[in-house]
C-alpha cells in the first residue's frame, strides 16, 4: 500500500516558522516528482512548491518565494517544506503530492497524495 504521511503542522504566530516533513512507505518514490499544495477553508487547493526526483530543480508559488524552501532526502523517501515568515492568510491544510516524471504546478497532474497536515497562523 502506498502512503505518503504529513507531519510538521501546527499553530504558528505570524512572522514564525514551521518546517513540514512528508515520509512515504509502500514504495520507493526516490525517482518521482514531489509537490507541496494547500487548502484553505472555502478555497481551491493551491500550488505551493515542486521539486524533481535529484532535488536539482525546484519551482515555487510567486506568494512563497524567498520564504518557502522545498527540499529532499531520497534515503529516508521524505520531502520538506520549510516555511519562514508565515502569514495569517497562509492558514490551511497542506498536502504533500507525488507524480512520476518532471514537476508540475497542476495538483490534477499528481496522482499519490497524502492526508494533509493543519498549518494555522494567527495575527
Known amino acids: 500500500q502506498v502512503q505518503l504521511v504529513e507531519s510538521g503542522g501546527g499553530l504558528v504566530q505570524a512572522g514564525g516558522s514551521l518546517r513540514l516533513s512528508c515520509a512515504a512507505s509502500?514504495?520507493?518514490?526516490?525517482?518521482?516528482?514531489k509537490g507541496w499544495f494547500r487548502q484553505a477553508p472555502g478555497k481551491n487547493r493551491e500550488f505551493v512548491a515542486a521539486?524533481?526526483?535529484?532535488?536539482?530543480?525546484?519551482n515555487y508559488a510567486d506568494s512563497v518565494k524567498g520564504r518557502f524552501t522545498i527540499s529532499r532526502d531520497n534515503a529516508k523517501n521524505t520531502v520538506y517544506l520549510q516555511m519562514n515568515s508565515l502569514k495569517p492568510e497562509e492558514t490551511a491544510v497542506y498536502y504533500c503530492?507525488?507524480?512520476?516524471?518532471?514537476?508540475?504546478?497542476?495538483?490534477?497532474?499528481?496522482?499519490?497524495w497524502g492526508q494533509g497536515t493543519q498549518v494555522t497562523v494567527s495575527s
Open positions: 503530492a507525488a507524480r512520476p516524471g518532471g514537476t508540475t504546478t497542476a495538483d490534477l497532474l499528481y496522482p499519490y
Open positions: 509502500g514504495r520507493t518514490f526516490s525517482s518521482y516528482a
Open positions: 521539486i524533481n526526483w535529484s532535488g536539482g530543480s525546484t
